[in-house]
């Protein structure tokens, strides 16, 4: 995570950094692998 | 295909949970999708938009292939040879797969599109995506052939194939994502968390 120091001389998480912000990233593409997944075992079952 | 689906019930019971499983990831992923490709400065937001539309059009399609395909199975043990009702039923499942193949080219053309634009993936799955979703919609073309069982459906499989690919492409660079940096939108690298040098 990208720490930046603030007037107060102590640390936060950098704008756009947030902990919900990365894993709403990882939950889409746990999406994604999920439905590869699922499409290629029905392609194998019927191909 | 009445003696196959007559023998191979579970199959098509997998098959058809699969499309009920698919609704939720395919919408998730795309609202998902548009959400990220506005929170990364909006380049793309209108492909992401085109990929959400076409995604819950290919949704609605795919529901109404599953249901002729329910249509189609649950009689079939008990036939012993093709009633009308069941010709239609199939007939009728093979034109709806038929018309999945061009929203979902739409939907691959979209979310390639959308992803590149905001940074999120490289060059190399946008041609994937505008050259598999190209193919789907040239199989969707061709819907009456297909439903009628004409081989012009295999034009269609390699583009099948790049969107499993991509979907793989995407989702692991997505996971494995370190944060989404501001100041390092539009570039694939910040997406996923690799170094530019490595």
């Known amino acids: 995570m990208q720490i930046e120091q603030g007037p107060d001389q102590g640390t936060r998480p950098a704008p756009g950094v947030s902990p919900a912000g990365a894993t709403t990233v990882r939950v889409v593409g746990a999406a994604a692998i999920a439905l590869a997944t699922s499409v290629a075992i029905q392609n194998v079952m019927f191909g | ?198």
């Open chain 2, 1 to 198: 295909m009445l003696a196959w689906h007559a023998q191979n019930r579970v199959v098509v019971a997998i098959a058809v949970g699969q499309e009920a499983l698919h609704l939720p990831l395919l919408l998730g992923f795309l609202t998902g999708l548009h959400g990220l490709v506005a929170r990364r400065g909006g380049a793309g937001a209108g492909w992401s938009r085109l990929a959400v539309a076409a995604g819950a059009t290919y949704l609605a399609v795919s529901a109404l292939y599953a249901v002729l395909w329910i249509g189609a199975v649950l009689p079939a043990a008990e036939l012993s040879e093709p009633s009308p009702a069941f010709e239609l039923a199939w007939q009728m499942h093979a034109a709806a797969f038929a018309l999945t193949l061009p929203a979902l080219g739409t939907t691959f053309i979209g979310a390639a599109l959308a992803a590149h634009a905001s940074g999120l993936t490289p060059r190399w799955q946008r041609s994937l995506g505008v050259a598999g979703g190209g193919l789907l919609l040239v199989a969707g073309a061709g819907g009456l052939a297909i439903a009628d069982g004409s081989a012009w459906l295999f034009v269609g499989l390699p583009g099948l194939a790049a969107w499993i690919v991509w979907l793989l492409a995407t989702g692991v660079r997505l996971v494995r994502a370190r944060a989404d940096r501001p100041d390092e939108r539009r570039r694939p690298d910040a997406a996923t968390g690799t170094s530019a040098q490595s």
